[in-house]
């Protein structure tokens, strides 16, 4: 029941001890997040309080793109269950930053693997750019723009200002598309057309651009755009 306590769980139920004695791969994304939230409310358990967070966001990987006034607005998250779930998500963009540091990108499947997760539940269009070293090795990347993309809007400058500042060799640009198709439009075809030129006028390469659809990519160099 949703108002049982967690201490009159029998013990061996109970996520903590599941997570000592199986180990934490074996525990749902519910029972990990309990764990992370450590109580509920008066009317439920810290297990169904977790349970309704994770359907409100559909999966686990919605959380990571989560506001603050989004997860206060669920019933039973106030300001410091917020802060705890912000902070978790937070502590993992910046491992995934420290591992992507580490990446070699060898085709568009290897750069799809490190924006996949992060940018297919956006509600809003996200253009990243990343930047590479001669070795095509990863060295940062960043959100340059969001919304939906428009040549009078996304500036070259603003990437390439980016990418001279890292001292990247060649650069890469991701953005999604919040309808899950990562279908091409005119205007995308249109701003990777003009970064690319200007990324050959300043000697910085744009090697490919990928269109971040829900668990699909599409490589425009892949399709010969670029």
Request: aromatic share 4%.
């Amino acid at each position: 029941m949703k108002n049982l306590k967690l201490q009159d769980i029998p013990k061996e139920e109970r996520p903590q001890e599941k997570l000592y004695k199986y180990g934490a791969e074996t525990l749902t994304d519910e029972e990990l997040l309990a764990i992370i939230l450590r109580n509920g409310t008066p009317e439920e358990n810290v297990l169904f309080l977790s349970k309704r967070i994770l359907a409100h966001f559909k999966t686990a990987g919605g959380i990571l793109n989560a506001s603050s006034d989004e997860l206060m607005s669920i019933k039973g998250v106030k300001e410091a269950k917020a802060a705890q779930i912000l902070s978790l998500c937070e502590l993992c963009r910046r491992i995934n930053r420290f591992k992507r540091s580490e990446i070699k990108i060898s085709s568009p499947k290897d750069c799809a693997e490190i924006v996949m997760d992060e940018m297919k539940n956006l509600k809003q269009e996200e253009l990243k750019v990343i930047m590479l070293n001669k070795k095509n090795v990863v060295i940062a990347d960043r959100v340059v723009f969001i919304g939906s993309l428009d040549t009078s809007i996304v500036h070259p400058r603003e990437i390439f200002k980016l990418a001279v500042s890292n001292s990247a060799s060649s650069i890469i640009i991701c953005h999604n598309h919040p309808s899950g198709s990562p279908e091409p439009s005119k205007e995308d075809i249109n701003v990777t057309l003009r970064i690319k030129e200007c990324g050959r006028i300043i000697g910085i390469e744009l090697l490919d651009h990928l269109i971040i659809g829900y668990n699909k990519y599409i490589s425009l160099k892949e399709k010969g755009i670029i």
